[in-house]
């Protein structure tokens, strides 16, 4: 998902048992659906994966701006653009409640970030795609928003608290951005035939990367089973693909619109869709670094960050220079 | 990549509109208390989410330990009787 690959340490889930008294009081304390909170005791393991999950969630939420941001000045109306303005900047709002998250666990805002523009930390491979027309607009927010959705409603009861307090932050801004997408699919479904074929265009290139967005099947993975244990991952990657295509395909009906998978069909027996894999050998293509907006994306970032160290660098220099002053900020 | 030192970070507390305390929200970067509260604006309260807003550099919040949980608070367990509820009032005295 939005951590879409992140691996815990450890060989899978050690039985209670085999804890060592602490760890095991700690695994105790999850499993009674207690709240761990900063200064509490952790396991090593828990907090590294922590802070690898939550700030490629958080760069994931930064780095989602980029392709939105791509449209606000070429919105088709004056509404369409603040509407779209606003969707952005809550996006930065979620960068920084998981940013500030993620400093409870001892790591700083800065290594955060320089990870991020040194590639050390990944974010959502979805966000390596381009948009190339307005259509793309309504299939992000529908379609990579709803996704998240599906990935961040279950998150609001990880047992990490900082983390839990963001995600219900979060998930109370999002389904404005699903809604706004939705409705600007709607527009274009039932606007002109050229409007139309753009909506249909946008969601082909936008389906299967989206499904790719919950990561690869995790099934037999050891990682997911420790990262379930410790409630840092609510359900399994393949549990919410399915949810996501089973909720979608009646939403691409309304509008008019196919999805672009040949074998997705209404399974009777199993109460579901059946529906095609998306290609993974892309994914991972994608995810290392050699999708389509890799380079441009993390440039962008870290032009932004160089661009604004004079601002920084004054804003210190002048918080310095007024307390050297006494002057108390007012 | 600039190695300027990092902008210190600040507590966020926001009254809710309906006569409410000042409640921990999270945190922000900021060089100074002006701009934290120009900051918090913007990342706490899109959406009408507060009437008021303080600012607190964490670096000046005292905590308690959580291994201080046990001298702290459990002195309060034995002493049910600061609940209402340990006194039966018969019926008849009705509500009291
Ligand atoms: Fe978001
Ligand atoms: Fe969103």
Known sequence: MYAQMVKSTGHGVKPLDEMDPQERAFQERIDAGDKIEPKDWMPDGYRKNLIRQIGQHAHSEIVGQLPEGNWITRAPTLERKAILLAKVQDEAGHGLYLYCAAETLGVSRDELTRMLLDGKMKYSSIFNYPTLTWADMGAVGWLVDGAAIMNQVPLQRTSYGPYARAMVRICKEESFHQRQGFDIMMKMANGTDAQKKMAQDALNRFWFPSLMMFGPSDKDSVHSAQSMAWRIKMNTNDELRQKFVDQTVPQAEYLGLTVPDPDLRWNDETGQYDFSEPNWDEFFDVISGNGPCNTERLNTRKQAWDDGAWVRDGMLAHAAKRKSQGIAAQ | ?96
């Open chain 2, 1 to 96: 990549m600039s190695n300027a030192p990092e902008l210190p970070l600040w507590e966020v507390f926001i009254r809710g509109q309906h006569g409410l305390s000042h409640r921990h929200v999270g945190s922000l970067h900021a060089a100074d208390a002006e701009a934290a509260l120009k900051n918090a604006r913007d990342v706490y309260t899109r959406r009408n989410e507060g009437v008021s807003i303080w600012v607190v550099e964490a670096a000046q919040i005292t905590a308690s330990a959580p291994g201080d949980k046990g001298p702290l608070f459990e002195p309060a367990n034995s002493k049910v009787y600061r609940h209402p509820t340990f006194f039966d009032i018969p019926d008849e005295i009705g509500s009291m």
